[in-house]
């Protein structure tokens, strides 16, 4: 990755991290609990991936980041109130996340549940306040919503959770799961971006297919890195979909196999920037995100 | 309660499920299980007070209240999201809601949190879609999502269950709570009929007085139910305020007090609806939901 590109990267999470701090700052004393809860996990860390995605999308599409910046905001909160959830015992029970305890072990069950439920809520409270005409911001509001709900993001969760205990997953039905369980904030992003731009329908389906590819290629990076990755870059344990007996891609495919998968997706996502103007950045994040160690 | 308005009553509810039900069918196969446990819990039953009172409210402000009814389903929806979460075994671990099985006791654990998650997620997404004129939308939905995040429903909760293991809880205190767990929706109830309706900012502070008021009266008949009322109409165990020796109302105030309260919120509701023309059905409802024994 080039040096202007990692700045830009750079300049585009620490926007997002500074706008995501005066957000998440206590107003009320007698919630603050919960509002820590809130801000402790959304603020642990994360690559902003979502975020970025919002805020280079409305550029290519000729829009100001500036007013992608709420959208961008909203997206991560309903990410990490995902997170927040996964973690908790009766899902995933995972005592840490990003290398630090997770929600739950930092503040109880009762308070890590309502602050996942309250980062939802909020999260539609910022984007409904966007800087944007009202058809925009009705727009990015039941797409966001969309991509979060029963069709979308907690749909596929409800997928992963049944295919743990199938006896057979078959690579259609991982892929199905991956689509809506990751891919569909991963592709919410990039249309929010271009929504945020007041970009034309062609440029929107160009956004959703770039989406689309590069989410599958992140998940199957993430079943590879759950194999060969260094626990201390991930920051959290390998070899646990195998411990787990999880179905992956690397499960299905092997690792060979895999790894031209999700080239091959990687090539699908450049093909869909050709919709649009100035799409260096996007390449080299569209690499690194491949290439990653963590 | 006059015959009239009885049939009144009815038809907005019957107008709320029936949309409920064309929202909630299930659209696709491999998320059946959370769609289930979605529809489940919102078919149960209860009282749709809220969804009432959004239609009422807009057809008082000379609105149609056919426009408000997704706003109706949405603020619902998430009324039983919160429901699903506050059965789960890690907030109040209860078996039975309305006489059924808690959605935890019928679909198990995980499946019951990503359904109050989703349930969230597509009130949204439904509200969103709201037939009205995107600003009204863009309005309606920052209140809808105020009334339910950290400062509004999900903070009273966490107030709620902080109070249970304090030594001392005030009424000032338990008045606070009180306001934004059950409050919150309520108000938002009676100002989002307004806002479909395109009421002007007069109409709005008094549907919030209202609310504000019928909310504190709702709370206290709650509570004076669970010492006095019947279990078979309630649908659920009697005495189990005093058993967990929660605060209330009636442990403050004493019986007596306790109901002239109720009296004198309802007072205050009767006040503010002289803004409204046409309020014999609010009148009505206002007095039967303070002489509910159920």
Do not use: W
């Not at 727009?139 to 993001?153: D, E, F, Q, V």
């Amino acid at each position: 990755m080039k040096e202007l590109n990692e700045l830009i990267l750079e300049s585009y999470s620490d926007l997002t991290d500074s706008r995501l701090e005066t957000l998440l700052e206590g107003r009320e004393k007698p919630v603050q609990e919960l509002t820590d809860a809130m801000r402790y996990s959304t603020m642990i860390g994360g690559k902003r991936i979502r975020p970025v995605l919002v805020l280079e999308f409305c550029r290519v599409c000729g829009g100001d980041p500036d007013h992608a910046l709420d959208l961008a905001c909203a997206l991560e909160m309903i990410h990490t109130s995902s997170l927040i959830h996964d973690d908790l015992p009766c899902m995933d029970d995972d005592d840490m996340r990003r290398g630090k305890p997770s929600c739950h072990k930092e503040f109880g069950e009762t308070t890590a549940l309502l602050a996942g439920d309250a980062l939802e809520a909020y999260a539609f409270e910022v984007a409904a306040g966007a800087d944007l005409p009202a058809e925009a911001t009705v727009k990015a509001l039941r797409l966001l919503a969309a991509a979060t709900g029963p069709y979308g993001m907690l749909g596929g969760q409800v997928m992963d959770i049944a295919n743990e205990s199938a006896d057979d997953v078959s690579l259609q039905r991982l892929q199905a799961t991956h689509q809506k369980k990751t891919g569909a904030l991963i592709r919410a992003a990039c249309e929010l971006g271009c929504i945020a731009a007041g970009a034309e329908e062609k440029q929107l389906e160009a956004a959703r297919d770039y989406g689309a590819a590069l989410g599958m290629a992140f998940q199957i990076r993430d079943d590879i890195l759950d194999v060969t990755g260094n626990e201390l870059l991930l920051g959290k344990p390998v070899g646990s979909d195998a411990e787990e007996e999880k179905t992956t891609y690397v499960t299905l495919l092997g690792l060979e196999e895999a790894e031209k998968r999700a080239k091959d997706y990687t090539g699908q996502a450049y093909e869909a920037l050709a919709a649009f103007a100035e799409t260096d950045f996007l390449k080299d994040l569209t690499e690194m995100l491949l290439t990653r160690e963590k």
